[in-house]
């Protein structure tokens, strides 16, 4: 049963006081203000909807701020121009003053990089190689660097095993480099395109010609831009069955390559003889010569064939191939042959040849990573695909039980094919890189980094970490930023 | 600006777009036409090179477009009316000529149905 004073107080905010009693009113002493907003409500009834207001007498001024069609000025708010909300968008920022710069970190370096000894730390990516990633396009701008002072990564469990893949390269033989090719995987906002960044760093650290095909959040060209018919193509001449090349794409592609590479393009010069449909000055360095394919879009794809080419010759720097958004290939594309019938992915030069390399059948003879990040947001659905790498990955936690392809699936052939290694339990060149969750360790260092830059105000110990690590799902790295920096209750 | 069978076309029109302001083209025959040029469905008429340009105003000159088409839509009505069939009436009435029901919802028919039929295109006759 409630106590009595509640229903005192209930009675005396009752406003109708005709249903109390004459008795019960002296005993509830009526004397005392009751709190009631009625009073204020009633006072000054507000016109109805509807109604029309009379017009202001003669000579009485009004305010009207309302911009109707009569208005002369009309809508003076300056529009933004085309293409100027999705750059806004789709901006990188890449630092944030108000962060705290963080003394003790180190950048990562050209001699440790591959050791491997940095595990668990965390690493700034240097100035010259942040220039070049923002020219491959490697950062994302739903990626969380514009919340630090700087650029800098975790060098997690996967990021050692990547940087032990690239010593493996560099170790090999001269004359029998290896060529490996991975396939990143994982949950959502589990890291995988930050890894496949971190590898691109370790690239350009090391000086290798790095390729990127990147997702496109931002601008083309882009994984997602090869196959859904934004830009030009035609088919190649002289290719059985047809082949489509994309001149604009590849142009921009070279230019991007160009710029991030320079100068390693630079100190090479060009010594088997291309057979370009534009001259090429004679003694030309790669430099010139991918200029050349960036400038001339219809030049542009037997100038990429060229500088592959130049780079096979025996001597040059390794190349990592990478791309990011896999599924956006592995699919038919959006453009039409001649015959109204979809183009597969597959049947575009560039696609071509990075299926080419990354099933196995073209190999670097300098050496070379080819990497392929899956995504789990932006992509498109490819059955096959899904398959070779779950099989690959059950493969490595349990090679006696294999999965098979559901019958109710349709089946892309060619992306089967193109990834028969992912489920081939004998092949070894071509594997999966599961990118899991962050060890609690892991999660600490990153936390303290978010600490030290004065992004997460909060005492970072055991507790904190274990909690924080849980909430982000066993460690999922996105959601230990979302949870522990994005986050303010 | 960009001349394609004799009109004008600004730089940024989509190709499709200018393509099916032609009366006969529609979506269909437009992507045929495209896919065979191979010119992406999001091109802009000012990206195409000159010589697909030229290309696709000898197609569209040998395709029956336009008055062309409309001659021909306009003949089969008018043999179908002076034959004195059924349709051919109902066409000259300006109601429905397939059977549908007449009491309400004919206004498609109205606006449609008549002898010299042309809809909408770049050229009037």
């Keep these: ?489 | 600006m960009v001349f394609i069978f004799g009109f004008n076309f600004t730089e940024q029109t989509l190709v499709k777009r200018s393509l099916e302001t032609f009366y006969g083209i529609g979506p269909k025959v437009s992507q045929r036409i495209m896919a065979r040029f191979h010119i992406q469905p999001w091109a802009k008429v000012g990206s195409l090179k000159n010589s697909t340009v030229m290309d696709l105003t000898a197609e569209l000159s040998e395709m029956k477009i336009e008055n062309d088409l409309r001659r021909e839509v306009q003949d089969n009505i008018r043999r179908l009316k002076d034959m004195g069939t059924y349709r051919g009436r109902r066409h000259a009435m300006g109601l429905p000529v397939r059977g549908q029901r007449t009491r309400t919802q004919i206004a498609t028919a109205r606006r449609l149905n008549k002898i010299e039929r042309g809809g909408s295109g770049r050229v009037q006759m």
């Design chain 1, 1 to 489: 049963m409630p106590p009595s004073i509640c229903l005192r107080s209930f009675s005396q905010l009752s406003l109708d006081r005709s249903v109390h009693s004459l008795a019960s009113r002296s005993r509830l002493s009526p004397h005392a203000a009751c709190f009631s907003t009625s009073a204020a409500r009633f006072a000054n009834p507000s016109p109805k909807k509807g109604r029309v207001v009379a017009p202001p007498k003669r000579g009485q001024k009004t305010l009207n701020v309302k911009r109707g069609r009569k208005d002369p000025q009309g809508d003076v708010g300056k529009r933004p121009a085309p293409g100027e909300r999705k750059a806004q968008r789709k901006r990188i920022v890449l630092r944030n003053d108000n962060a705290l710069e963080v003394t003790a970190l180190h950048d990562m370096a050209k001699a440790t990089i591959l050791s491997g000894l940095d595990e668990g730390r965390v690493l700034g990516i240097p100035e010259n190689v942040v220039d070049a990633l923002r020219a491959v396009e490697a950062f994302k701008p739903t990626q969380g660097w514009g919340l630090f002072w700087r650029p800098a990564t975790l060098m997690r469990k996967e990021t050692i095993q990547m940087a032990g893949l690239l010593k493996e390269v560099e170790e090999s033989e001269e004359g029998q480099k290896k060529t490996i090719r991975r396939v990143l995987s994982g949950e959502r906002l589990g890291g995988k395109s930050t890894l496949l960044l971190q590898g691109l760093t370790m690239a350009f650290l090391r000086n290798w010609v790095v390729i990127n095909l990147p997702e496109g959040i931002t601008d083309y060209p882009a994984a997602q831009d090869i196959t859904n018919a934004h830009t030009e193509y035609a088919p190649l001449p002289g290719s059985q069955p047809t082949q489509y090349f994309q001149e604009t794409y590849t142009a921009n592609l070279l230019a991007q390559t160009l710029k991030a590479n320079e100068p390693v393009l630079e100190s090479i010069n060009v010594t088997t003889n291309p057979s370009l449909p534009l001259p090429l000055p004679a003694n030309a360095t790669l430099k010139q010569l991918v200029e050349l394919g960036a400038v001339n879009p219809e030049a542009s794809w037997p100038v990429f064939l060229a500088l592959w080419e130049e780079l096979s010759v025996s001597g040059r720097p390794s190349i990592l191939f990478a791309l990011d958004g896999l599924s956006h290939i592995m699919k038919d594309s959006d453009y039409l042959s001649a015959e109204v019938k979809p183009i597969h992915a597959h049947d575009l030069t560039l696609i071509r040849h990075f299926i080419d390399c990354l099933s196995g059948q073209k190999s670097l003879p300098n050496g070379g990573v080819i990497l392929a990040a899956t995504s789990r947001s932006n992509c498109p659905s490819s059955s096959a695909l899904e398959h070779s790498i779950q099989v690959a990955e059950q493969l490595q936690r349990d090679p006696n039980n294999l999965l098979h392809y559901n019958p109710y699936k349709k089946v892309d052939q060619r992306v089967m094919d193109a990834l028969k290694d992912l489920r081939d339990p004998e092949a070894k060149g071509l594997d999966v890189i599961k990118v899991g969750g962050l060890s609690k360790d892991e999660a600490r260092s990153i936390m303290e980094y978010y600490a030290e830059s004065g992004m997460l105000r909060a005492k970072v110990d055991d507790g904190f970490v274990s909690e924080k690590w849980s909430l982000a799902g066993m460690g999922n790295i996105g959601e230990l930023e979302r949870a522990s920096v994005r986050q303010r209750i």
